[in-house]
C-alpha cells in the first residue's frame, strides 16, 4: 500500500511467525546490544543484532515483498539478501524511545537505500508511535502500530520512534544496501 513517504503492508507475518521469531531473537542474537546506533541522538531503547540466516525461512514474505517494493517504487540498484546479513531487533519498553535519526552505511563504496520495519510486538503496547520527517511536519505512521505490519522506506529520511507508555514494542530493522550513490 503506498502513502507519501512510506509503503506499508499489513499481515506480512502471522501470530505463530512471530512467537518463532521472538524464540529464535532470545536464543540466536548477540548477547551485545549495538550501542553504536545514532550516537548523536536520544536512543533509550534497547537493540539487539541479530543474523538472517537464523530467520530467513520466517522472513520470506516480507523479504519478497521488499524486493517487489522496491522494484515498482524505488528502483535502487540493491545487493541480495544474505545469511550473515545483519538485522537490527528493537525492543521498547515504558518510557524509551528513539529520537529523530536518519539510517546510513560508514562505508563509501556501501549505502542504506531502504529501512524496512517489521512489528513483532507479542504483547500489547500503547505509545511509540513511528514517525517520519520528509519536510517540515511529521508524517505519523499508524500502520507500524499493528503486529505484523511491515514499512519501508528512504532510509537518508530522519524518523522517530516516541516513548512507550505501557507495554512492550518490538520491532525488527531490515537494512536494504546497495552501491553508494553517485
Known sequence: MNTFNYYYWNNVISS????DINCLVK???????NKNLAADTNKTSTV??????????????????????????????VFDFYDEMVLNFNTYEKNQEYD????????KFVDLKLTALI???DKNFTGGEFSLLSSKQPTSVPELDTTGSMVIFNSYIL???NPVLNGIRKTLSIFITGPAFK
Open 100 to 107: 529523530w535519526h536518519k539510517d546510513a552505511d560508514e562505508s
Open 48 to 77: 539487539y543484532p541479530i543474523k538472517l540466516k537464523y530467520l530467513k525461512d520466517l522472513l520470506k514474505i516480507p523479504m519478497s515483498l521488499i524486493i517487489k517494493g522496491n522494484r515498482e517504487n524505488y528502483g535502487y540498484d
Open 16 to 19: 505463530k511467525n512471530i512467537k
Open 119 to 121: 512489528n513483532v510486538s
Open 159 to 161: 524518523h522517530k520512534v
Open 27 to 33: 536464543k540466536h542474537r548477540d548477547k551485545k546490544e
